[in-house]
């Protein structure tokens, strides 16, 4: 069995305990007097840039009280609700660590990371309470602080001017201070909280014990968190206080934990918390406690149990059931279960499921649904005979299975699409191994009362290697990425779907050179058409296009260098868009080993700008699919001279990027695809472009 875990590799802050024995303080204590010696002895210098690439939660609660080397007049610790915390004398010196202490790796602060503090305040005041501050080496200004003024809780932070992107001695006259808040009752009822602040450019949002609250009414801020905020030399972190005896924190202090790169706040959030929170949140106090009192209510479906089948009928109608196993919070409707809310999951294992047998190799694969049918997946087969029986399968009882062959001509890809309440299949036909190949290839449409799909339209194409569906304006449009006529120039065509016809007909032309893909996206209420130009028959180093809508027609608006690109995949991560290029082939060393590359769209200059380069072997497509909060990418990888490649799944982390989290033995592969059963079972599916026999496999989630 193919097994492979990232459960290690996901930030640990969820594991850290809340309270530190006195061994553990003192293991902090030497780790951060060998930290201090180190930069003693460092003569001052200033260190060379460094990428910022700390993925380890900080502690910055424990690192500021060992840094005061046994002096601890002015702090108590004491325990409320069986829970230890800090108190500091208001009057009493002050606590605090050197930031360069904390950033080992970089010597500007991460433009990406989250805040985690836990804490106790009985009642408000009008003044400010700072919970924790960075201060500039001046000692005065802020870079950035977490405050709390009656029963709001303001994240500040500097941009622009001194300590931004270079020197930080002082804070210039140009720096503007940036305030995201909000307002809660609770931060001030006397008990224990934990907020959790995550930082991404322009995007800010708090989470207060599990409940996510969004900055601003969940709009951008007007100035983004500095992606260089220099914390190199004498920056330093104060906790409770701004550095003066004025505007200290009167409250409990609990922990002060700062991960770069990523929201933590899933991993914060513990399955069981997550019901308590949720019915908090949503019931008055009286409620809340009669329904965590009231085992008939709620149901708890333990891992263990976790296939027991309840009965939801009239009879329980409003009955919750909390299943640990899926992570799901359920509702009795009367006569089935509605799911609520789920947990965050995580993504664990990915294990082989099943073989998904094909009539000969394939070269893509498409998943969809019909609605009141189910799941079906097309496969698009490339056999020795023109005329070769691609398949259609229907997930029944736990796996694909036949379900309606459908005759194809050297297929290369499906596309599902609906017009209104109708659903068409569009299959790309390349025709013969001839690169000037012309064929039809073809339009179907599910028939209702035969259950099956029946043609509908011919579509003349030369080498056509895929299909893209989109509407604009209320009309229905299907591309066509031609690769090939007479030379490998060609011409791609845009159809648009006429209601008299009831067929697509010819709208507008695109000038392609060895077209492979189309992909379309919104930005706004902006439309893009991105195409992967591959091969011209000298050389695969071109420029891709990326088209925009205007007025009534694709006109050019960025071109993309790329080396044999094959795919196009656009996606979007906590409100940014992004668009992934696969690079098949280089013809000049004659390689597969080409990288690939991650673009992201930059709003102010409406342009795709390089992000990252990601090392591919025979790249033919990206598939982007989440999990919990979590993003990936998977590449199919087709290999090279290699009789095993590696497909590899890539996790988003933030200011870090994509970081290769799962390797995957697999044959040459040509797609990926990913689906979600009825169950909530996670899989993966793939093309084996040299046999018959392409794999499925599960993401195992906890």
Same mark, same amino acid.
């Given at each position: 069995?193919?097994k ?12 850290? =305990? ?50 005061? =080397? ?73 870079l ?11 994240? #500040? ?47 800010? *949002?708090f ?6 609250? &969004? +900055? ?6 007007? !100035? +983004? ?9 004498? =920056?330093k ?7 003066? /005896? ?15 790169? +990523? ?12 019901f308590d ?5 949503v019931?008055?106090?009286?409620a809340?406690?009669?329904?965590s009192?009231?085992? @008939? ?19 329980n ?8 196993k ?57 056999? /020795? ?13 736990g ?12 297929? /290369?890809?499906? &596309?599902?699409?609906n ?8 299959? +790309? ?21 035969? &259950? ?10 030369f080498?056509a ?12 449009y ?46 706004? =209420? ?6 992967? !130009? ?28 790329t080396?044999?690109?094959? #795919? ?17 082939? #280089?013809?000049?060393?004659?390689s ?12 102010? &200059? ?5 992000? @990252?380069?990601?090392? *591919? ?33 890539? /996790? ?18 040509? #797609? ?18 040299? !046999? ?11």
């Open positions: 069995m193919l492979s875990s990232s459960r290690n590799q996901d930030h640990p802050a969820s594991s850290r =305990s809340n309270i530190y024995t006195r061994q553990h303080r003192q293991l902090v204590k030497i780790c951060f007097i060998i930290l201090t010696a180190a930069m003693v002895t460092s003569t001052g210098a200033k260190p060379l840039a460094r990428l910022c690439t700390d993925t380890e939660p900080i502690d910055i609660l424990a690192l500021s009280i060992a840094s005061s =080397s046994g002096q601890m007049n002015g702090m108590e610790v004491v325990n409320v609700d069986d829970k230890r915390g800090y108190r500091f004398d208001p009057e009493a010196r002050l606590f605090g660590v050197d930031a360069a202490a904390m950033m080992t790796k970089c010597q500007f602060f991460p433009s990406e990371f989250s805040l985690v503090v836990s804490f106790l305040k009985d009642g408000p005041r009008n003044s400010n309470e700072y919970l924790l501050t960075l201060l500039a080496p001046d000692r005065r200004s802020i950035l602080g977490v405050r709390l003024q009656r029963e709001v809780l303001s994240f #500040d932070y500097l941009t622009g001017g001194g300590g931004v992107g270079g020197s930080a001695t002082t804070a210039a006259a140009t720096t503007t201070m940036s305030t995201a808040s909000f307002r809660d009752e609770k931060l001030i009822d006397g008990k224990w909280h934990t907020i959790t602040i995550a930082v991404a450019g322009k995007y800010i *949002t989470s207060l014990d599990c409940v996510h609250y &969004k +900055a601003v009414e969940g709009e951008k801020m007007k !100035n +983004a968190f500095p992606s260089k905020l220099a914390v190199y030399p004498n =920056s972190f104060h906790i409770a206080s701004r550095r003066s /005896r004025r505007n200290r924190f009167t409250g409990l202090l609990s922990q002060i934990y700062m991960v770069p790169g +990523a929201d933590i706040s899933s991993a914060e959030c513990s399955s069981t918390s997550f929170h949720l019915i908090a949140s019931l008055p106090t009286s809340a406690n009669k329904l009192n009231d085992a @008939q209510f709620l149901t708890y479906i333990d891992k263990e149990d976790g296939e027991r089948a309840l009965a939801c009928d009239v009879k109608r409003g009955q919750l059931v909390y299943r640990e899926m992570g799901g919070l359920e509702m009795c409707g009367g006569e089935k279960w509605k799911k609520l809310a789920t947990t965050n999951e995580k993504l664990d294992y990915v294990v082989e499921y099943s073989d998904l047998t094909t009539k000969s190799k394939s070269l893509d694969v498409e998943v969809f649904e019909l609605p009141g049918h189910g799941l079906f997946l097309a496969s698009a087969n490339q056999g /020795r005979d023109k005329n070769m029986n691609s398949t259609i399968f229907k997930w029944r009882e796996r694909f299975q036949p379900y309606q062959n459908i005759t194809t001509d050297n297929a /290369r890809h499906w &596309k599902h699409f017009i209104g309440t109708e659903h068409f299949l569009a299959v +790309a036909n390349h025709g013969s191994d001839d690169e000037a190949a012309e064929a039809q290839s073809k339009l179907y449409r599910w028939k209702e009362d035969q &259950k099956r799909f029946v043609l509908h339209q011919y579509i003349r194409t080498s290697r895929c299909f893209e569906s989109f509407r604009i304006d209320g009309k229905t299907l591309v066509v990425a031609n690769y090939a006529k007479n030379d490998h120039k060609g011409m791609s065509w845009i159809f648009v779907w006429d209601e008299d016809e009831r067929a697509f007909i010819k709208y507008q032309p695109l000038d392609t050179v060895g077209a492979y893909d189309f992909e379309y996206f919104k930005v706004g =209420s902006e439309h893009y058409l991105a195409l992967a !130009n591959s091969f011209n028959g000298v050389t695969t180093n071109l420029h891709s296009v990326i088209y925009r809508w205007r007025s009534s027609s694709f006109i050019p608006h960025q071109y993309i260098e080396i044999g690109a094959t #795919d196009m995949e656009h996606f979007k991560i906590d409100g940014v868009n992004y668009l992934a290029i696969a690079n098949y082939y #280089d013809h000049g060393p004659k597969n080993q080409v990288n690939s590359t991650i673009y992201r769209y930059r709003e102010r &200059k409406k342009l795709f700008e390089k992000l @990252q380069d990601i090392p *591919t072997n025979g790249a033919l497509d990206f598939e982007f699919f989440t999990v919990g909060s979590d993003s990936f990418l998977i590449a199919a990888s087709s290999g090279d001279t290699s009789k095993h490649p590696i497909s590899e799944i890539y /996790r988003w982390q933030g200011v870090e990027g994509f970081v290769s989290v799962h390797k995957i033995p697999t044959h040459p592969c040509a #797609d990926w695809e990913s689906f979600t059963t009825e169950q909530g079972q996670r899989f993966l599916v793939s093309a084996n472009s040299e !046999n018959r026999h392409s794999k499925i496999l599960q993401l195992l989630t906890y």
